[in-house]
């Protein structure tokens, strides 16, 4: 699909995307940068991360962060604001889900190994990243910050406990910031995806040899536009809450899920 992105002035702007070597956050990166915003790609992928950077030009740096890791998170809010002056958007975008068949199995068998790194990178992720944002956004006394969470946190996907629970929880953490910062200036908002075409569900789902293939057509056939969405229509609801535009809101989830949700409770 070809669309324009929404345009937006975020000149003068510094943003933190986490997760943003590639999929979705890329493209978040990628918006925000091309509507004038400073942008820090931060990823574990080193090396992806870099090249993505790289390929933004001189509006992106590259800072590598576990965002599972409190002290590289702090690190990296710490890095940016020494290297670029403040910090004006954050978003939470770093998280994982499992693809593995033996993790897709209900409540009563779900691995507890699995649980413990969903709720670190996910959930606990997401906490450090806001903290540390919230910190520095306190003293300026002004600051976005957006948390990517999943229709998986609106509505119980079955067979993965960990990422509903998880994403779940970020929306809930995301309203209680913007009722205790939102007098301080702060806004803080969340992202609710649907299914989106990226690299990874591309191969998961969307490919020929896609191993959650079938699946992948009963979701489509849920969605009343009729497609999975683009990682650039995500990217457009991010870049919409970083600006001004969006000035008066605060504790909101931006569902962009195609419709999905609203037609979920017909089959599952």
């Not at 925000?32 to 001189?58: R, Y």
């Not at 590259?62 to 670029?84: A, G, I, K, M």
């Not at 929880?169 to 969340?190: D, F, Q, S």
């Amino acid at each position: 699909m070809n669309q324009k992105n929404a345009q937006y002035n975020l000149k003068d702007k510094i943003a933190i995307v986490t997760g943003s070597a590639g999929g979705i956050g890329k493209a978040i990166a990628a918006n925000l940068a091309a509507n004038g915003a400073a942008v820090v790609i931060s990823d574990v992928q080193v090396e992806k991360g870099q090249k993505t950077a790289q390929e933004l030009g001189g509006n992106a740096i590259f800072v590598p962060c576990d965002v599972s890791d409190c002290e590289q998170v702090w690190s990296l809010v710490s890095t940016t604001v020494d290297r670029l002056g403040r910090l004006d958007v954050m978003v939470n975008n770093a998280g994982i889900n499992s693809s593995r068949p033996e993790d897709r199995v209900t409540f009563d068998r779900y691995p507890d190994e699995t649980w413990r790194k969903m709720i670190d990178v996910d959930l606990n992720g997401t906490f450090y990243c806001c903290k540390a944002a919230a910190q520095v956004m306190l003293e300026q006394k002004s600051g976005s910050i957006i948390n990517i969470s999943s229709v998986a946190g609106v509505v119980a996907l079955r067979l993965q406990i960990g990422f509903v629970a998880a994403k779940a929880a970020i929306l809930k953490i995301t309203e209680a910031m913007a009722c205790e910062l939102g007098p301080k200036g702060l806004r803080i908002n969340a992202v609710s995806p649907g299914s989106t075409l990226t690299e990874g569900t591309r191969k998961l789902f969307y490919g020929e040899s896609g191993s959650f293939q079938e699946q992948a057509e009963r979701v489509v056939s849920f969605i009343p536009q009729g497609r999975p969405g683009e990682a650039e229509e995500i990217a457009d609801a991010v870049t919409f809450l970083a600006s001004d535009a969006a000035s008066y809101i605060n504790g909101h989830n931006i569902v962009v899920d195609g419709g999905w949700t609203c037609g979920f409770n017909r089959d599952f």
